[in-house]
């Protein structure tokens, strides 16, 4: 089955550094590629997604880079933002009736 | 649309008793799936449910859990008899498809005594 590696576990940087995430997977046939957002005492959201007919996508400060090939992808936040801290987790799935895959999260802490 | 509801948010129990948890996924989502979060091992798909019929349940710890979903808006997580390593937050998810992102619930926080 899937299996998903996330690094770093712990990411702090200041206000208006960028800030990157990086995700593996093992399953090639995967081929959807979500990022989710969890703040304290909450569900998890979602933040940004790419399938794999997708290189990268971005949304507004907020990108998502894919290697097919490497099977990795990347989380990448430019001017990061106190209220960015919150603990970030990557996923994969694929269209043959799987669920999504988690990985163990990064918590990213960004001071002012 | 209220999004994933959940019930309860929080539930302490002793060792041996049985707990239910309930979910109410977003109207329209026909895929619904129940995870389970801790510190040491993360987010863990525990079963999901495609139109009703659970599709992969490999998930689930042992026979102590079931789930059922009798109809498209309600499902439940049935731990019976609890023990304390089950504490954990569980929390339901709704999607409406295949390659679509999932709408999290506020999820259930166990703790079993």
């Known amino acids: 089955g899937e299996n998903v590696e996330q690094h770093p576990s712990t990411l702090s940087v200041q206000e208006g550094d960028s800030a990157v995430i990086k995700c593996t997977y093992s399953?090639?046939?995967?081929?959807?590629f979500p990022w989710y957002k969890q703040e304290l005492g909450k569900g998890p959201q979602l933040i940004i997604d790419?399938?794999?007919?997708?290189g990268e996508k971005k949304d507004q400060r907020i990108a998502v880079t894919l290697n097919k090939t490497a099977k990795h992808f990347s989380l990448h936040i430019t001017e990061t933002q106190p209220e960015d801290s919150a603990v970030y987790f990557c996923?994969?799935?694929?269209?043959?009736?799987?669920?999504?895959?988690f990985g163990k999260g990064t918590t990213l802490s960004v001071s002012s | 649309d209220a999004g994933v509801i959940q019930s309860p948010r929080h539930e302490v129990t002793e060792m041996g008793q049985e707990v239910t948890l309930r979910c109410k996924p977003i109207?329209?989502?026909?895929?619904l799936f129940w995870y389970r979060q801790t510190m040491m091992r993360g987010l863990e798909l525990l079963i999901y449910?495609?139109?009703?019929?659970?599709?992969?349940d490999s998930g689930m710890p042992e026979d102590r859990f079931s789930a059922k979903m009798p109809n498209a808006s309600f499902s439940t997580l049935k731990i019976q008899p609890s023990e304390p390593r089950d504490s954990a937050v569980y929390f339901c998810?709704?999607?409406?498809?295949?390659?679509?992102?999932?709408?999290f619930g506020s999820g259930t926080r166990l703790t079993v005594v």
């Open positions: 790419i399938r794999s007919n997708v």
């Open positions: 449910f495609n139109n009703n019929v659970p599709i992969d």
């Open positions: 399953d090639s046939a995967s081929n959807y």
């Open positions: 998810a709704s999607s409406p498809g295949q390659l679509h992102g999932y709408t």
């Open positions: 996923a994969a799935s694929h269209q043959a009736g799987t669920a999504l895959i």
């Open positions: 109207s329209g989502h026909n895929s």
